[in-house]
């Protein structure tokens, strides 16, 4: 059973470009949760997205930032015209539901904006 | 604006010793509590949850939860070089009928031979 998969691994952007995040929870599981971590920081909440909905993004800055989870594929984290406070690693996890205990977390995006 | 307090460390102990790790939050009306262990450049794992007040223990790992103090700790028995990692602490603010975790920024831990 594959786990959390997140693409790119590492991502360089120069400002004022885009950049896209991909997320593909695990088998089976419809809820996805974004988080930024800057260095030597926690993990702070972006938003929480089920199949087609966005449920929750207060933590997502108001401007540039967007997330989707469609249908099918994979939910994409989409940051426009990137500044270097984005850089960043940015991690996705899925749960088999709403309520469930247990978060499982994919290995990150690793975001640098030079 | 609901907070999660760690100490960020370094928490050094020897081979074999307990650690222990705290945490403190201040939304009284979370009900469920993560441990995640993170090695640097990975991704958070999950050690335990917990729910009710008291003692849950799983292995080398014990989690304690005081919410009449809103606190939260994790004990590490006989510590390993291989417990060294940066610990968060995760509480569930959700009231939404979802997980939403706010997170520590994490206590550093190292267990040296």
């Known amino acids: 059973n594959a786990g959390v998969m997140q693409n790119p691994r590492h991502l360089v952007r120069r400002r004022g470009q885009e950049a896209r995040l991909r997320c593909s929870p695990m088998k089976g599981h419809s809820h996805v949760y974004w988080y930024r971590q800057l260095p030597e920081e926690g993990l702070k909440f972006m938003v929480y997205l089920q199949k087609e909905n966005i449920i929750d993004e207060s933590g997502m800055p108001k401007e540039r930032f967007s997330a989707e989870f469609p249908k099918e594929g994979p939910s994409i984290l989409r940051i426009q015209q990137v500044v270097r406070g984005d850089s960043a690693a940015y991690f996705c996890?899925?749960?088999?539901?709403?309520?469930?205990?247990?978060?499982?977390f994919g290995p990150g995006t690793r975001l640098l904006v030079l | 604006q609901k907070e999660v307090e760690q100490n960020s460390g370094p928490l050094s102990v020897p081979e074999g010793a307990i650690a222990s790790l705290n945490c403190t939050y201040s939304?009284?009306?979370?009900?469920?509590f993560f441990w995640y262990r993170q090695y640097s450049g990975k991704s958070p794992e999950l050690i335990m949850f917990i729910y009710s007040n008291g003692d849950k223990e799983d292995g080398r790992f014990t989690a304690q939860l005081n919410k009449a103090s809103q606190y939260v700790s994790l004990l590490i028995r006989d510590s390993q070089p291989s417990d060294s990692a940066t610990y968060l602490c995760a509480v569930n603010i959700g009231s939404g009928g979802y997980n939403k975790l706010i997170f520590g920024a994490g206590t550093r831990l190292a267990v040296h031979p």
């Open positions: 996890a899925s749960s088999p539901s709403a309520g469930g205990e247990t978060q499982y």
């Open positions: 939304d009284r009306g979370s009900q469920s």
